[in-house]
């Protein structure tokens, strides 16, 4: 049927996709005001009293907030653009075991880049707000320390849910899944998709002195989408890159390196970070090419032309 947003143009695509997730923002924003009024104090206030029930409620509300900011706009904007809206956002029911191999290879090659790049954005200087971006910087620190607050084995597995599969399964549907795919309808041009989505990732992470490993995960996770056509990968990637870090607060009292890497302190040499960036080129290449014998088994005539008129 025509009726799909698929057959419209990309900005009318667009503009259903953004009203959708603007609507459901909104909804979201008056659900934590309706149902958790007490969180905000102990996200803000270093000195308020962080009980395991506020806690509690704490990650009740991120899992009410993951879900209708990100999951269910994503998964809304397939069903309206397509009969068949999971694959729509890129949720394949058929992956490669190679390239779930090469998925977890990436994230492994490009951390000294990601910490290079860390670094380098710790040390940028925002001229006369600077002092604003490190109070919010403060604000966004406590919230995380709050959050990632653990002291037993079920906390562990907690925090692995809320802070690394959620955020997986929610972020990618909604900026690669969704995203980047109607900015590259509207477009045209691959690199302007990645680029965009990918900034308005890193930004809504509200971190500045986070920005730029953000944004080159981003960039990342982009690139593998569109080689591979298929969400699951940047889904594994995301996923074991959150479970890493929850990995590591858990741990960093057994080991300085922990703690560091904890503390997005750990860097480094520079040819290491140039070998880093060649390796990961080289292995999204070889992803290219490793797809290209993939997607005629994984996608339809049909759907493969939804990509070709790109």
């Known amino acids: 049927m025509n009726t799909y947003l698929k057959y419209k143009s990309p900005g009318n695509q667009f503009g259903i996709f953004i009203s959708l997730s603007l609507g459901f923002l909104l909804l979201t ?3 934590t005001m309706l149902f958790f009024p007490d969180i905000g104090e102990i ?36 069903y309206f653009s397509s009969p068949k809206p999971l694959r729509y956002v890129g949720l394949y029911p058929r992956f490669s075991g190679s390239l779930i191999l090469l998925a977890v290879v990436l994230l492994i090659a490009v951390q000294p880049l990601a910490g290079w790049l860390g670094m380098l954005n ?25 959050f990632l607050y653990m002291k037993q084995p079920s906390d562990l597995v907690v925090n692995l849910f809320m802070m690394a599969l959620l955020p997986a399964i929610g972020e990618e549907l909604f900026f690669r899944g969704a995203l980047q795919n109607v900015l590259l309808r509207m477009s045209k041009k691959p690199w302007v998709a990645i680029f965009l989505s990918s900034l ?22 982009g690139t593998v989408y569109f080689v591979t056509r298929n969400l699951w990968y940047t889904v594994i990637i995301h996923f074991l890159n959150n479970a890493i870090a929850v990995f590591a607060v858990y741990y960093q009292h057994k080991s300085v ?23 990961t080129i080289a292995i999204i290449y070889y992803m290219k090419q490793k797809s290209e014998t993939v997607l005629p088994v994984l996608m339809t005539e049909e759907e493969q032309g939804d990509f070709h008129t790109i």
């Open 29 to 31: 924003s008056y659900a």
């Open 43 to 78: 996200l803000v206030n270093k000195n308020a009293t962080s009980s395991p029930h506020l806690i509690s409620r704490l990650k009740w509300a991120q899992l009410v907030s993951a879900t209708l900011s990100f999951v269910v706009p994503a998964l809304l904007f397939g």
């Open 122 to 146: 710790s040390k940028v200087h925002f001229g006369s707000i600077h002092q604003q971006l490190q109070q919010a910087e403060a604000t966004y620190n406590q919230s995380m320390q709050t």
């Open 200 to 221: 308005i990732f890193a930004l809504l992470h509200g971190t500045f002195f986070k920005f730029l490993p953000i944004f080159a995960l981003g960039v990342m996770l």
């Open 257 to 279: 390196t922990l703690k560091q890497f904890a503390d997005d302190k750990l860097t480094a040499p520079f040819y290491l970070v140039l070998a880093s960036l060649a390796i």
